[in-house]
């Protein structure tokens, strides 16, 4: 298959979140397994571009109507084969950070990455390649889909074309108010209620999950939760109204680098079947927290957690658990957790409360994060809702044991150990109250006391393997199907409405004196011209606005007209 993978971040480029690890194992799986593969993000100032070995391949302005963007190239490798990735180019994505600036979104995110999904399209046309999938991700490209749906809907490049969207995480769908509509180069019609509107503002994810072929998020149980009132985030309707077409695919992780079996300065290496590394782990995480309540060569049972420190991972349930438990048992907890700064001093504070028991690690640090996977007993993450989660499948490759809420991902990797059958591979409670929290933490001791018991599960959890592998078989399975959705106009509800409507469309700009010079810029759709100067001198309110008037002109034969002060737009359907 011919692949074009879409993400706004993509390790090693760029990370803030899961989505980028999705987008650096994934498409490497897939070309491995012999499918074309192209992977289209933005090139940020952050992005190391001599370290990477990345190199320029169009010309400043070459692409047309894309105003003064450049593409540069480079590649991922990785045992799995060689993937091509293209980097898109342009003053707004010319900062360091990927959505932020000291704490707070840029204000102007709906231009740029609705500028993004539109270069992106852009520049498939402009390489020749019509792919038969393209793969969106998270808000930042679902107005793909939209895209393809209705401005695109009459273009041959894309007709065959199949949509994915995949969902990592719903609480982020990228709300916007409806004044700035024009920066988005979409129709008027699709600011409404069936489409793109959500409580009188513009929802990009909405969007997405209205007109793409196939919905997935990153595990089966998500799939689910996102239906209902509790974890639908307002969008649970509109999700439910497509459930045909949604599922849940789990993440991975690489096994090659969650391996305890390789070589490693922080703790000597060791398996299933051979233990003796882990104790030796465990030695050196309690030293490197002095945790010596109990005296250094005492049996306790220690709870490790490696987590982004923000109310969706169960912070304040934990810090409930722990202010309870801890004085009732000789058990010791580890944690390094970085964010939200009340979490950050809540932790320091327990810490502070038992001396020798407790240990925290206030920020982002790889090595200790390994550390604390390798020589934790058990690894607590209490979510109070979870789409896929990492931490506990990588603990289980590292023999240690995930207590956890029953939520999300974590309802579909982790299953509650049973004494008699010696089945499972952690511990699991469902209601979200430390009560329940501290019920799952005392019947995980009670397995650690007995050696014998503790060290079958500790065994079923090493045997677990979550790989990419099986995750490709199953977005191969959904891209067969969302290009068969798209070959039977499925899935399109919206789409097919509109396009009844669109022998003409059209999309009034007032403009007032500068009517003249955007017709002009039009005319010459878009090339010369400097969209910062059009954007100034036409009172456009911003040079992204410019930019998706030029590029909706140029994508569609537009026609200008001049009516007064007005100018209309008119989409002629080829
Ligand atoms: P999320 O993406 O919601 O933060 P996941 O469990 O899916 O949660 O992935 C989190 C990943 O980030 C894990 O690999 C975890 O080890 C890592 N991580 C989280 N916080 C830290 C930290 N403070 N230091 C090092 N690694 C961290």
Known sequence: MKIAFVSSEVSPFSKTGGLADVSGTLPATLASMGHEVLV????????????????????????????????????????????????????????PGLYQENGRDFPNNDERFSFFSRATL??????????????????????????????????????????????????YQGVFESNRWRALG?????????????????????????????????????AQEVQTRGGGCGL???????????????????????????????????????????????????????????????????????????????????????????????????????????????????????????????????????????GSDFFLMPSKYEPCGLGQMIAMSYGTVPVVRLTGGLADTVRPFNDKTLEGNGFGFESFTSESFISSIYRSFEVFRNPDRFSALQKNAMRERFTWERAAEGYLDRYAQAVHNRQKGGGEEMAVKAAEKSETVSMIYEIGESAGKVYQYLSKKAEGDSPAQISKSTGLESTMSAMAVGWLARENNVVVE?????????LINR
């Open 122 to 171: 852009s520049l498939l046309k402009y390489l020749s390649f019509s792919p038969d999938i393209i793969h969106a991700n998270d808000w930042q490209t679902a107005l793909i889909p939209v895209y393809i749906k209705t401005v695109y809907l009459a273009d041959e490049f894309f007709s065959k074309t199949g949509t994915v969207l995949s969902i990592h995480n719903l609480a």
């Open 236 to 374: 649970d309707g509109v999700l439910a109204s497509r459930k045909n077409t949604l599922s849940g695919i789990l993440n991975g992780i690489d096994y090659d680098e969650w391996n305890p079996g390789n070589e490693d300065k922080l703790f000597p290496p060791y398996t299933k079947d051979r233990m003796d590394g882990k104790i030796l782990a465990k030695k050196l995480l309690r030293e490197k927290f002095g945790l010596t309540a109990s005296g250094p060569n005492v049996r306790v049972p220690l709870m490790g957690c490696v987590t982004r420190l923000d109310p969706q991972k169960g912070c304040d349930i934990l810090l409930r658990a722990l202010f309870r438990l801890l004085p009732k048992t000789d058990a010791q907890f580890v944690l390094l957790g970085s964010g939200g700064r009340e979490l950050e001093a809540a932790f320091s504070n327990l810490a502070r409360q038992f001396p020798g028991k407790v240990g925290a690690a206030l920020k982002f640090d790889a090595q200790l994060a390994k550390l604390i996977y390798a």
């Open 186 to 222: 979409l129709p008027d019609r699709l600011l409404s209620a069936e489409a793109m509107e959500f409580y009188g503002r513009v929802n990009f994810l909405k969007g997405g999950i209205v007109f793409s072929d196939i919905l997935t998020t990153v595990s089966p149980r998500y």
């Open 562 to 570: 001049r009516q007064g002060k007005k100018i209309q737009v008119k």
């Open 40 to 95: 289209i993000t933005p090139l940020y100032a952050s992005v190391d571009r001599q370290r990477h070995g990345l190199r320029q391949i169009t010309g400043r302005g070459e692409i047309p109507g894309l105003g003064g963007t450049e593409v540069w190239e480079g590649g991922m490798d990785s045992k799995r084969g060689k993937v091509r990735v293209l980097f898109i180019s342009a003053a707004a994505f010319d900062r």
